[in-house]
Each structure stands twice: as C-alpha cells, then as structure tokens.
C-alpha cells in the first residue's frame, strides 16, 4: 500500500492547478455536469487525498445546490434558507476503494462545523458507501426521492442539523 496524504484548502489557497486536477477525477466520476474552475475555486474548502504523488481522492464543502429543495426535487422549500453549504464532490479512484479515504475526507471537512447546518445529496441504491459517510456524521435523509438528470439513478437530500437545532418534521416530511 502506498502512503496516503491528506490535504484541507481554504478557498483562498485553491490555485488553477489544483482546481484541474480536481476537475479531472469529477470527469472520472462523470456525475457533475460541466465542472469548472470556477466552481472549484467557489468551494470554501476542498479535502484531497493523495497516494504518494497521484490525486485518488477528492471532497469538498461548496455552495449549496439550491435546486435540491425544489418541488421538482425534494419538495423541501420552507427549510432551504437554513443550509448554506452542501458537503459533496466526492470520489474515490477504484484502485483506493475500501481505505476508509471518503471517510476521513468528511471527516477533515466537517471538523468544527457542529454549529451549522450541511446538506449533501447522493444516489439512492444498495451499498451506496457514501450514504454510509453520510450516517456516521449524523446526515439522515429528508424529502421525497428524484430522478437524475445525469444518469439512471435516484437520488436523495440528506440534512445534518446544527447541535441542539430543534427540527420540526412537519418542515421536513412530505405533504
């Protein structure tokens, strides 16, 4: 096994370089439409793994996908001002796959955030690892399923409330 290095960039330390490089393993994945520098280097921060020298790992706390809480999507409106950042752009290489990497990249990227609210969004099927990720850190899912645009698959809103926030499930259950 080679050695795994990890890195956490603040947006102001995401260079063009890494931004492509990260983009490369988000083609890989094929699960982003058009990613961009731009939207890379909005992220607030980025979370890479590297084995010896090779990126095989990738994270990232970026601006929310307001379009998740729409009618269309999971029907979750009258709770959407509450999120601010949304915890995604991950991938893991398969030759690293089963290292815990997605894992410590969630973990490295939800450090000292217990005071705000995160949502993510991820496929809905069997043994999907990253719903796994997901419940260790306290995301449960809320609102109604919806088809992707991008692929076959369904996908699902997860939350992760503040500590201590009070959740009305009314807000967050469907009609």
């Keep these: 096994m080679q050695e795994l290095t990890f890195k ?3 947006k102001a ?3 063009t370089d890494i931004a492509n490089s990260f983009i490369e393993l988000l083609v890989k994945q094929g699960k982003v439409e058009k990613p961009t520098v731009e939207r890379i280097k909005s992220c607030r921060q980025l979370s890479l793994c590297y ?3 090779n990126l095989v790992g990738i ?3 970026k601006p929310k996908t307001k ?3 729409a009618v269309t999507k999971a029907d979750l409106l009258n709770i959407e001002r509450q999120f601010v950042w949304e915890l995604g ?3 893991t290489d398969n030759n690293f796959r089963g290292y815990g990497i997605s894992t410590t990249i969630a973990r490295l990227l939800l450090k000292g955030k217990d005071k705000e609210n995160i949502l993510a969004s991820t496929e809905l099927y069997p043994d999907n690892v990253m719903i796994k990720v997901l419940d260790k850190f306290g995301f449960r899912q ?3 399923p919806w088809l992707s645009k991008l692929h076959d698959g369904t996908l699902g809103l997860f ?3 503040k500590v201590g926030e009070i959740i009305d499930n009314k807000a967050t259950t469907n009609k």
Excluded: E, Q, R
């Design 8 to 10: 956490i960039l603040d």
């Design 13 to 15: 330390n995401i260079t």
């Design 51 to 53: 084995a010896d020298n």
């Design 59 to 61: 994270g990232a706390i």
């Design 67 to 69: 379009s998740d809480f």
């Design 89 to 91: 752009y991950f991938f």
């Design 142 to 144: 809320y609102g109604k």
């Design 159 to 161: 939350l992760k409330f």
